[in-house]
Nanobody
Framework: QVQLVESGGGLVQAGGSLRLSCAASGVTFSTYNMGWFRQAPGDDHMFVAGIRWNGGSTYYSDSVKGRFTISRDNAKNTVYLQMNNLRPGDTAVYYC??????????????????WGQGTQVTVSS
């Protein structure tokens, strides 16, 4: 079955950096668009960044643009999120997700079919 496993979360001071990874298995990873979402306590899943199946286009929420970079290595079935200049407002559980529709890129979490278990990112001030 399809599995997405995130890693790389942790506690960091404001201004610091983290790199999240999401390893996929049980799926032809290279043919699907991928997204990163985050969820703070009491909030819904919010789109953070996304990447097309071939890595040709990337997408970011306004709140992270210029600080976060999404990338993928289809040979390793892995998508990454490099997070720089972190702020306390970035504190959340971060999830990777896979959209199996082969459609145009979408930012709404309801369109994503498979999700990882999440990794906690905490940014202290």
């Amino acid at each position: 079955q399809v599995q997405l496993v995130e890693s790389g979360g942790g506690l960091v001071q404001a201004g610091g950096s983290l790199r999240l990874s999401c390893a996929a298995s049980g799926v032809t990873f290279s043919t699907y668009n991928m997204g990163w979402f985050r969820q703070a306590p009491g909030d819904d899943h919010m789109f953070v960044a996304g990447i097309r199946w071939n890595g040709g286009s990337t997408y970011y929420s306004d709140s992270v643009k210029g600080r976060f970079t999404i990338s993928r290595d289809n040979a390793k079935n892995t998508v990454y999120l490099q997070m720089n200049n972190l702020r306390p407002g970035d504190t959340a559980v971060y999830y990777c997700a896979l959209d199996k529709s082969h459609s145009m890129f979408r930012t709404e979490p309801d369109f994503y079919d498979y999700w990882g278990q999440g990794t906690q990112v905490t940014v202290s001030s």
